[in-house]
């Protein structure tokens, strides 16, 4: 059973830096694409960024591009979401996911496992 743990969300303040991990397990990660997506009160989840199965192709929404930085290292299993210069508008509950697929996605339908999520805030 694949299981992915998220950790390094906290409190910070405008204009901070947070790097976020997500610890995969339970089948060969090398093999599938991953993405971050965050969920804010009141509001629905949305894409942030994704990365392809090698890490050469990443993808960003409009909102976090020039700010954030996906990354992975497939031999510890785990991908890395660098957050720069946060943003008030940045609070929310951070979710990895693992794709069904190899090449990245900003599709919620193209991820079939997903981890419980890590709070990130961010005062102004």
């Known amino acids: 059973q694949v299981q992915l743990v998220e950790s390094g969300g906290g409190l910070v303040q405008a204009g901070d830096s947070l790097r976020l991990s997500c610890a995969a397990s339970g089948r060969t990660f090398s093999s599938y694409s991953m993405g971050w997506f965050r969920q804010a009160p009141g509001k629905d989840r949305e894409f942030v960024a994704a990365?392809?199965?090698?890490?050469?192709?990443?993808s960003y929404a409009d909102f976090v591009k020039g700010r954030f930085a996906i990354s992975r290292v497939n031999s510890k299993n785990t991908v890395y979401l660098q957050m720069n210069s946060l943003k008030p508008e940045d609070t929310a509950i951070y979710h990895c996911?693992?794709?069904?697929?190899?090449?990245?996605?900003?599709?919620?339908?193209?991820?079939?496992?997903w981890g419980q999520g890590t709070q990130v805030t961010v005062s102004s």
């Open positions: 990365i392809s199965w090698n890490g050469i192709s990443t």
């Open positions: 996911a693992q794709a069904k697929i190899a090449t990245m996605s900003s599709y919620e339908k193209d991820y079939d496992y």
